[in-house]
């Protein structure tokens, strides 16, 4: 009996032990290598055929992008904070390449850049491209024969409701704005609990709904 005894308190004993000797283990140096390789560039090519820009997608979004806020209106998702679309996806590096001899000339965006919706201006000779930001989406213009960007000074896109567009004229882009005497945004709503009364009504399926008489004051 007791030879029985100690043998199931060892079986019970044996997998706690093993659950505590377990850990986190990283994957093999091989799996990793390709796991946090760059991935393959998005293209875009000139209007008149003789560059492609090379854009480089972010692979694994961190964990603070994913928890920004979110605003449903209209069908769309909107983080409040840069006035675009909620988890907008984005490209890290910007690299212009010459079609004819391979030539590749990087961008000098800012460090950490979130580019978005990059746009050829109809000659090719200027790029627009969106930059993500905190306080907002900073419209930038990059001259495609060397690869120099300058951020447009005082102004933030609105890209949840439209963006930017380039004109005919080949140097003009139209541009929709986030207003700078646009204030505050609206704090989230709490809800009031409410009283009822006995009144009740029947909905059209024949159920009992009670009506809300009053709402509670704050």
């Avoid at 994957?27 to 000139?46: E, I, Q, R």
């Amino acid at each position: 009996m007791k030879t029985k005894f100690l043998l199931l308190l060892i079986t019970l004993i044996l997998p706690l032990n093993l659950f505590a000797q377990g850990a986190y283990k990283q994957p093999p140096k091989n799996v990793l290598d390709v796991l946090n390789a760059p991935a393959t560039p998005a293209t875009s090519v000139s209007p008149a055929k003789n560059k492609i820009a090379l854009l480089e997608p972010l692979r694994y979004p961190p964990i603070a992008e994913l928890s920004q806020p979110m605003l449903r209106l209209a069908g769309l998702r909107i983080n409040p904070n840069t006035n675009g679309a909620h988890r907008q996806s984005y490209f890290v590096k910007l690299t212009l390449k010459n079609i004819a001899d391979g030539k590749e000339t990087s961008v000098n965006l800012p460090p950490n850049a979130q580019i978005i919706s990059p746009s050829w201006s109809a000659d090719g000779k200027y790029l627009a491209a969106g930059n993500i930001t905190p306080g907002g989406v900073e419209l930038w213009i990059v001259e495609t024969t060397n690869g120099k960007a300058q951020k447009i000074k005082n102004a933030l896109v609105n890209t949840a409701f439209g963006g930017f567009y380039w004109m005919p004229d080949r140097k003009s882009l139209l541009v929709n704005l986030v207003p700078k005497n646009r204030g505050a945004g609206l704090s989230k709503p709490h809800a009031d609990r409410a009283e009822y009364s006995g009144n009740s009504r029947k909905d059209r399926r024949g159920a009992d709904v009670s009506r809300p008489s009053a709402l509670a004051e704050r």
